[in-house]
């Protein structure tokens, strides 16, 4: 088990309605759930984090007459990708995935819950000025190294690694306990993302423990 006191292991959004069979199903979503299993076994800190969206919420192409899932359109924040309605509160969607061992996590982040703000990244909401509150926790509990895993790689699981190298967090997204959905080039698009703004990536072989 990895006993560093200053590294974290964030779990990202491994929950039903992104998972085969779901309202917005990553594919493979559910293949990297014993993956991480295994890997939660290398870390002495855990979190996870959940989408909570309200049923109305206005990232729900259904809260838009005559918009399509995956159209997209200008708000406040900029542009919004429209999504069929998915990981609703209280819903069976929104649970995390039943297989996924969560007895070891010290928090869970909720995102998505403000009705008229989208949220992929951890940190913040898509406004990129509320914060989750996350990287307070970090600080307070003194980690300075993050690793990533989950779903989105593209999306949630992106952006929660970009931000977190902006908070000042060192960032490592473990690939192969990722899923992508790869929408219009969106995943080669992360990566080089990754590259310019020096998140790391690895496989879970690659991490101590």
């Not at 919420?57 to 998915?86: C, M, N, R």
């Not at 600080?139 to 690793?147: C, E, I, M, Q």
């Not at 080669?188 to 790391?200: E, H, I």
Request: charged content about 20%.
């Amino acid at each position: 088990m990895n006993r560093n006191s200053k590294t974290f292991l964030l779990v990202v959004d491994v929950q039903l309605d992104f998972c085969p069979g779901g309202a917005l199903a990553v594919p493979d979503g559910d293949q990297i759930v014993a993956g991480i299993n295994q890997l939660m076994k290398r870390f002495t800190h855990i979190g996870f984090t959940q989408d909570w969206h309200p049923a109305d919420h206005s990232s729900f192409a259904s809260a838009h007459p005559g918009k399509s899932p995956f159209e997209t359109i200008s708000v406040d924040y900029g542009e919004q990708t429209l999504w069929p309605d998915h990981c609703i509160q209280g819903q069976e969607g929104a649970r995390l995935h039943p297989e996924l061992d969560t007895s070891r996590g010290e928090l869970i982040i909720r995102k998505g819950y403000r009705r008229n703000i989208d949220s992929y990244s951890a940190f913040f909401e898509n406004d990129r000025k509320t914060p989750t509150g996350l990287a307070g926790y970090l600080r307070d509990r003194g980690f300075g190294k993050l690793y990533i895993c989950g779903l989105a790689t593209d999306f949630c699981v992106g952006f929660s690694a970009l931000d977190g190298v902006a908070c000042g967090f060192e960032i490592v997204v473990i690939e192969d306990v990722c899923r992508a959905i790869d929408l219009d080039g969106s995943l080669a698009a992360m990566k080089q993302m990754f590259s310019d703004q020096g998140v790391t990536l690895c496989r879970s072989d690659d991490v101590p423990g």
